[in-house]
């Protein structure tokens, strides 16, 4: 059965004609009321006009009712007629769904950065996306993908009945403090704008900044969590659903990286602070060496040594383990083991990095991927 958004909330996605490809490429996510939203974006210098909309947005505080979105053209580094053609984006949404204010509309876009958005086909498409709504994820979840191999989604539902569905995309120039993505998600549980304007970047801090593919942050990442506040929920309850749900999105995200054969999961455990733990996490799942370690089977454990302590996090490599697939490996010292055996167990879909630093309690995740020769073709010929 497809899934379904929570209540109050409508969806479509179709082809407009922004990729060459001919796939879907446009997307609206829309509610028959206000909704409350909270906001992360890139923090790249470079940032594209959709983000330096939505930050002048939040800024407002007031609420919104719907997202339109497109995949193809970034319209990043196009100037003041990005600026522009964003608003208008936003214009012709707002008046296919019944002249709404155009600063009830959010937008959001990915694809090729410095190319103008090329507006005679939004103009066309925006009008069928809005009579498309009603749909069931599927379609938002597709038309908003680029190199992507396959959609991401996850829901959760929380005691009473409240739900959390988020749909992300991204598989190349991913990095922490966002990285190409883009992540919706859509509650209905009925909690205050503030306590999800606090809460939102700090699971984002947790899930989606501790993913990387490549090392590269994209001018237009961002993560919206939108509220329609119709069914009663605790704060506590909320909290962990989107913790969930975005995690699982970020995992997918990692999966899905551009060529990627496998996913790399890394825990770090012992750490002293919270953001030590993450920092160590991070920095294992982004090193070019370990990632290419996993991509041959190497179980060269003194990589992922290495990229912990070049992390910055405060421990002692002296009191540290790890354990790479299941065999620890390294406890303080070198341990045996048997080596044949490691590489097989490493030629999987999944594998787990867990280290141990010895400094504290605190503990942090990330996810990654191997990086394959398949990466390097699919970047190598990204416009041509």
């Known amino acids: 059965m497809a899934m379904t958004l929570p209540r109050g909330f409508r969806s479509a996605g179709l082809a407009a004609g922004l990729k060459p490809s001919g796939r879907p490429d446009l997307a609206l996510l829309a509610a028959d009321g206000p909704l409350d939203w909270a ?33 193809g053209n970034a319209n990043c580094a196009t100037g003041a007629q990005g600026a522009k053609d964003d608003e208008a984006l936003a214009a012709l ?34 009008p069928r996306v809005a009579a498309a709504l009603g749909q069931g994820v599927e379609g938002l979840s597709q038309a908003i993908l680029t190199t992507d191999t396959r959609a991401k989604v996850a829901e959760a539902t ?43 970047p700090e699971v984002a801090a947790r899930t989606f900044n501790q993913v990387t593919v490549d090392g590269d942050t ?15 929920a605790s704060e506590a309850s909320l909290l962990a659903a989107l913790e969930q749900v975005a995690a699982e999105l970020a995992e997918r995200i990692a ?65 540290a383990e790890i354990v790479l697939q299941g065999t620890t490996v390294y406890r303080g010292q070198p341990l045996d083991f048997d080596a044949a055996a490691l590489s097989a167990a490493l030629d999987a879909d999944v594998v787990e990095i867990e280290a141990d630093l010895g400094a504290g309690s605190a503990e942090g995740r990330a996810w990654g991927c191997d990086l394959t020769d398949g990466y390097v073709r699919i970047n190598a010929d990204y416009t041509t």
Do not use: Y
């Open 39 to 71: 906001f992360v974006g890139t923090r790249n210098r470079l940032s594209a006009a959709c983000v330096d909309r939505t930050r002048r947005l939040l800024a407002a505080g007031a609420p919104v009712r719907a997202v339109i979105m497109n995949a």
């Open 218 to 232: 994209s001018p237009n990442d961002m993560a919206l969590l939108l509220s329609s506040r119709r069914v009663n």
């Open 255 to 319: 999966a899905d990286g551009e060529g990627a054969s496998t996913l790399i999961r890394v825990h770090v455990r012992g750490a002293a602070r919270a953001g030590d733990a993450l920092a160590a996490a991070r920095t294992v799942a982004g090193s070019a060496l370990v990632k290419t370690a996993v991509h041959g089977r190497d179980p060269n454990w003194g990589r992922i040594l290495s990229s912990l302590g070049r992390s910055g996090a405060d421990f002692d490599p002296r009191q």
């Open 158 to 200: 929380l005691p009473g009945g409240a739900r959390v569905v988020g749909v992300a995309k991204g598989s190349g120039m991913i990095h922490p403090d966002m990285g190409t993505m883009l992540a919706f998600v859509a509650t209905d549980a009925d909690l205050p704008a503030a306590t999800l304007r606090q809460a939102w």
């Open 93 to 126: 949404a707002a008046g296919a769904l019944g002249d709404l204010d155009p600063d009830q509309v959010l937008t959001a876009s990915t694809g090729v950065i410095g190319v103008p958005m090329p507006m005679d086909t939004v103009r066309a498409a925006v």
